[in-house]
């Protein structure tokens, strides 16, 4: 397993963001972690990021203990968050050079980071003049700069029209022809039917449902039917 996650429990005062949570990511995959808001998705990949602490349990990812070698696990990691992550006063290109240099990019991750976020034609205008799905994109680029081998997606497409949302996720889907392991985070149960192969549904930090996406579609299980339930509600809402 590429990573492993067992018996983790994250407080935060009297409430468990994380109760008890234990699951397994395989290598090469795109693993999609699925729940309502507050389910404890973004809490979880903070914790892999090492973000945030845990009070108790073991991460282990690429066979690395989180607690003692964080900053190996970085150097092969990456995260794009749901908040943007960049100068809106900067061009694209701008944006791009100054996170390479910070990151110590290679000329070959900067144009591969342009090119699958098909960002070429935006290179020299303002990011604050980008359209919604635009500045996705180029948080996307961001957190492709260091070749990660694993990379991590919190909701990157809150907030954004459909077309723009279809095209982020082809993006997203062609990561794993470079062979990066991608966690993507989600309420919406058709984004994680497109783009993955494996998926865990989490309410209240707790595991429900675990397997393939074919599995967890097939699955009869009532408290997963009735976690579907609540993840349609809420997106009709959204």
Do not use: W
């Not at 972690?33 to 009070?55: E, F, P, Q, R, W």
């Not at 749901?82 to 061009?91: D, H, S």
């Amino acid at each position: 397993m590429l990573i492993k996650v067992s018996n983790v429990t994250k407080r935060y005062g009297d409430i468990k963001a994380l109760d008890g949570l234990s699951l397994e990511i395989k290598k090469g995959r795109i693993f999609g972690l699925l729940g309502v808001n507050g389910a404890g998705k973004s809490t979880l990949l903070s914790v892999l990021n090492g973000l945030t602490d845990i009070d108790e349990g073991d991460v282990e990812i690429f066979g690395l203990d989180l607690k003692k070698e964080i900053r190996e696990i970085r150097n092969i990691s990456s995260i794009v968050p749901q908040n943007l992550a960049f100068y809106e006063k900067l061009t694209v290109k701008e944006n791009l050079e100054f996170f390479s240099n910070i990151q110590k990019a290679s000329k070959e991750n900067f144009l591969k980071a342009i090119e699958i976020n098909d960002l070429s034609e935006l290179l020299n205008q303002e990011a604050s003049t980008l359209s919604g799905g635009q500045k996705r994109r180029l948080n996307m680029a961001i957190g492709l700069l260091n070749d990660p081998q694993i990379i991590y997606f919190d909701e990157p497409t809150v907030g954004i029209d459909p077309k723009s949302r279809n095209d982020i996720l082809d993006s997203i889907r062609s990561y794993k022809d470079l062979g990066i392991t991608v966690v993507y985070t989600s309420h919406y149960m058709n984004e994680i039917e497109k783009i993955c192969d494996d998926v865990a549904v989490i309410a209240k930090g707790k595991l429900i449902e675990q397997g393939t996406l074919k599995e967890i579609l097939q699955s009869k299980s009532q408290t997963l039917e009735k976690h579907f339930l609540e993840l349609t509600s809420e997106a009709q809402d959204v």
